[in-house]
């Protein structure tokens, strides 16, 4: 008999969620899909699940190139008949990956981004509920359209609003701007917030050159010198992470002017929530400063979002153009048209999408 659930797909990857002590007492991610999936039997009263070992690492180990061939391997799932992905992994890059495939991933199924903060061997290990509650958002009709999204304790996030917030505790996802979007409670997945539209940029997988991007903090008395030695490094774009509403020191100011003319530079907060200021202050090093000499306004993208969206940017041949228009979309939500950008393998061409979700 053919079953009426439907079917999810999960890939693993490695992380604490897969996780346990060895006789060294250290902890190692060797369990696999399928053992997660055993370890939690309520999974088959909620679909179908499969389970695809994608890679076998801490999340440190995860790479812009793995990020694109999952989302090919979702692509491959999804046309073969699954209704949604999980996705499980280390949380210490989890906001980063989310990021990422919310970029690179452009169906309507849902894809789950999952994890753990205490490993399987620990008392009250929060893996099995964060992947029943995956299972649940990804087989839910309501979560169809949404992209990729981040489910922990109990709460739905959006990618680009979510951020790691604590080392241990197992609340540690927030979004600071928004919230979460929804939640799950009783079994019942519950979507409150819908964003206005999505993003995609499409890399064919086997993309094994991903451009390098440089991310720099600016810190108290910084003298420049981190930013006179990226040139020299083979970076090809570069990330600000700028005090307060995007701000530097004046010794930082002229190798900031100097690296824009050659190359992308992206103006960040270090604060991690709140959006770019434009056009408030107007001292050297100030926002106003900055922007006047070319660097382009990361909105409210923190530092390690914009690093992912540059370097899949320059990746995929984009020209400085188009980089300004995907941060504008991208790094102020509703601001512009949903940004489309596809790589074909001799034409690359820019597109915008005014579909909403």
């Known amino acids: 008999m053919t079953s009426q659930l439907p079917c999810i797909v999960v890939f693993s990857t490695g992380g604490t969620i897969a996780s346990v002590r060895g006789d060294g007492g250290a902890a190692q991610p060797s369990l696999t899909g399928d053992d997660l999936l055993r370890a939690v039997p309520e999974l088959g009263a909620v679909a179908d699940m499969r389970a695809v070992r994608f890679r076998q690492v801490a999340s440190p180990g995860l790479s812009l190139a793995d990020m694109i061939a999952l989302a090919a391997e979702i692509g491959r799932a999804t046309a073969e008949g699954a209704s949604g992905a999980i996705v499980t992994q280390g949380t210490d890059t989890l906001e980063e990956t989310a990021f990422a495939l919310s970029l690179l991933w452009g169906g309507e199924a849902p894809v789950v981004l999952t994890g753990a903060m205490r490993n399987a061997t620990l008392p009250g290990a929060d893996g ?16 169809q359209g949404l992209g990729a999204l981040v489910v922990f304790n109990d709460e739905v996030h959006l990618p680009i609003f979510v951020r790691k917030t604590h080392t241990t505790n197992p609340a540690t996802f927030r979004s600071d701007i928004t ?4 939640w799950i409670v009783e079994n019942q997945v519950r ?5 206005a539209m999505r993003h995609h940029i499409g890399i064919d997988a086997g993309q094994e050159a991903i451009a390098p991007v440089a991310l720099v903090k600016v810190v108290l008395g910084d003298d420049g010198r981190l930013l006179e030695a990226i040139p020299a490094l083979g970076y090809r774009g570069l990330v600000v992470e700028a005090m307060g509403g995007g701000h530097v020191p004046p ?3 002229a190798p900031l002017a100097r690296l824009a003319r050659d190359m992308p530079v992206v103006l960040t907060s270090r604060t991690g929530a709140g959006e770019l200021l434009r056009n408030t202050y ?3 090093g100030s926002e106003i400063d900055l922007l006047r000499r070319g660097l382009i ?15 899949l940017l320059l990746t995929c041949g984009a020209e400085a153009g188009v980089i300004a228009e995907a941060f504008a979309a991208i790094g102020s939500p509703g601001s512009r048209p949903a940004f489309v950008w596809r790589a074909a393998a001799e034409n690359v061409q820019s597109s915008v999408n005014t579909r909403d979700v």
């Open 282 to 284: 107007g001292f050297p």
């Open 297 to 311: 306004h990361g909105g409210m993208l923190d530092g390690p979002k914009a690093r992912i969206l540059l370097s």
């Open 251 to 253: 010794a930082d100011v």
């Open 191 to 195: 979507i409150a917030l819908r964003p």
């Open 128 to 143: 099995p509920a964060n992947l029943l509650n995956s299972a649940l958002v990804a087989a839910s009709p309501i979560a």
């Open 179 to 182: 919230g979460p979007i929804g």
